[in-house]
């Protein structure tokens, strides 16, 4: 790997903003090609970021700041990319399940997602069926993130995949689920495509779904 | 039961001086006077604005000082909890220290099986029995979330589990006003009316608003359902630092303390002087491992804040004891809720909840309850300190003595051991040499433990309750389950 890479990488993980502008426009000017910039520079500074955190090097909001460093980058190397590079892994929509007001885990899970290059709607908590299929719909989006943090909440999961269904949605998009109370077995049960225990699993999951 | 007298330590943990305390308090009323914030409960806006706060455009509403003072004014600085008989059994406020279990958890360690599994109704009826029997547990929450029922009318399920299974006072969770106030129909029904009830309330109901800033239409509904009932209810946000609240432990506390003065203007313009308990959660977002944690040291040093923060506003408090973020019966159980329930009685804590939590508030434990309830009781012997009017100096009995004797059947050490404190007695932890803890099995704390949370199983439960009351109970449980399908 060349220096220039190196820099990227080490912007990345640093997470300030600034470095990662200036080391992007450098490996330009130093005629890298964009393909690589983004592959062997950006992504593998969050892929390097993404392991950190696994290992317990960093904490969970370096991984924002990275993912907002890497935006930069990105967009000051975009207009360099050939045709048809899309800069996003996917639409997302996500939120916490009506009557639920839990929404940590949730926020995290969409930050480890847009780190990861998905784009994310976050619709809140306390979000009904019905504005979760909208969103669905409105934003085109291959994937929807339920999170439900309460028993009594749970219920409102099955709800939603009615809806979509019902809408002759289901088809379209990819559901995943997660929650303290959620489990594997569950999320078979109301026929959801993907559970997650944690965050960092929630963005191997999605990927694999996306 | 009775209230035997309070527990209150004679040894006091305060390292807050006053002028920090001003401070905190001025951050907390400023953060209500210039940030506000948002409040989803019609009626609980149209009294806030009547009484002088404001509602601009966004929808944010603003507290003047001037209306946290007078609430202030109006609030008690104690209130009693009563048991299911109707006898006085808790004073709260002051220094005085309660214990007891918290509620909802998902996942049991079996104390029979050893086996992590969900939990489910049994497990709350259990949880009572053993609390029931437990002299330094003084309250009980349902300790379990009884994953075997259906969503509907879980909580007035629960509460009616626990009503059967111990007479110690109870502390409620509820979902909405509805299933709260079927709660405290049956709670009246019990005592043989709501008048009754309000003279001697049997349960305090725990409320939460939702950090940072946000006061949805059930918690001010369930807050305004106990101010009109005289049931006294804890408004506790649980902030946690780093994310819901700031990540400092000033800012944390600052912002805790606006959520639950919100709280306390509206529940006292509803009802001046109705019993109202403050209180902030401590815990703090662990950056690795994006945990709750309860028991992260950051998490205690909030916790010393927000205790002495209450002390000074003469409130009583809603604390926490006899917890661990751990996930076995282990060292670090032990550890953990050593310093925290040590903490709390420190502190002069009034109402110490949560004993038997472990894993960031997803297990429980009945070794972990029989455990906090030793620790108690030897640490109730250590903060009743030594009283100064009887310093049992003893110079007569080493003049008697004098060199070379002994003491072993002195009558001073027969006078202390027979008349006066005694020895404190352990009903858990060691005091065997090696070859008889051997002779006896080798049997350690947790064993120890468990063994006496299954022995208080065996023995008799409460007396029943009366079948009127009970068919009475299930009605209100039908019609909410018809209003809640
Ligand atoms: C889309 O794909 C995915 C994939 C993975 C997904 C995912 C989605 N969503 C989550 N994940 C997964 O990845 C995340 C990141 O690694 C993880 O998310 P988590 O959310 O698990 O982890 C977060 C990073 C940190 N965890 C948390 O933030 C939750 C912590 C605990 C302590 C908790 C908190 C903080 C709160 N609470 Co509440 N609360 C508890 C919680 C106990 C616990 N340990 O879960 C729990 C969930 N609460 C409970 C209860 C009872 C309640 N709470 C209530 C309220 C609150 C607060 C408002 C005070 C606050 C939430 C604030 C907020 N803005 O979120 C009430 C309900 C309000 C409502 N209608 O929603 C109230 C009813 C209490 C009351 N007195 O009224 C219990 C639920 C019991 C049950 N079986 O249903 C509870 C287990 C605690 C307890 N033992 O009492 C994974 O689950």
Redesign the pocket.
Known sequence: MTDIMKDIIAAVIDGEPGPVTTAVSAALEAGEDPESILNDGLTAGMTAVGEMLDQGEIFIPDVLWAAEAMQEGLAVLLPHLAHGVSRSAGTVV?G?VQ????????N??GLMLSGAGFEVRDLG??VAPEAFVDSVAHNGAGLL?????????MPAMTRTLELLRARGMREKVHV???????TQGYADKIGAD?????????VV?AKELA | MRDRTPFEPVIQLRHLSDDTKQRIFDAALQVLADVGASVSHPEGVELLVRSGCTLDDSGLLRVPPSAVERALSTVPSSFALYDRSGSQAMTLGGNNVYFGT?????WQYDVETGEHRPSGLDDIARVARVCDGLPNIDFVMSGA?P?DLGPQGVYLATFLTMMRNTTKPLVL???NEVDLGAIIDTAADLRGGAERLREAPYLLA??????PLLH?R??IA?LLLCADAGVPVAYV??P?AG??SPISSGGHVVQGMAECLLGLVVHQLRAPGAPFMFGV?Q?S?DMVS???S?TAIESFMNYLTIVEMAKWLRLPNWGISGCTDSQAIDAQLGLEVAELTLLSMLLGSNLNHDVG?M????TGSLEEIVITDEFVSMNKKLLSGVPAEDLDLAVEAIAGVGPKGHYLGHPHTRAHLRKGPGQWRPGLLNRDNRDRWVEAGSVDLREKARRKALAILQTDPPAPLDPGLLQRADARMNTLRRETV
């Open positions: 996500i916490t009557g639920d007001v839990h929404d940590i885990g949730k995290l899970v908590h306390d993130g339920m999170s439900a943090m309460l028993t009594t909440t995943l689920v997660g929650g303290a109370p959620v993907g559970w997650a225990i944690d965050a960092t699993r929630a999951v | 918290g509620s909802d958890l998902m979330y994953t969770v509820a979902e725990y409320v939460e608003p939702v950090s949805p059930e918690s369930k946000p649980a946690l994310a819901t959660n815990g977002l994006g945990q709750p309860y939590f894993g960031f508030g997803l």
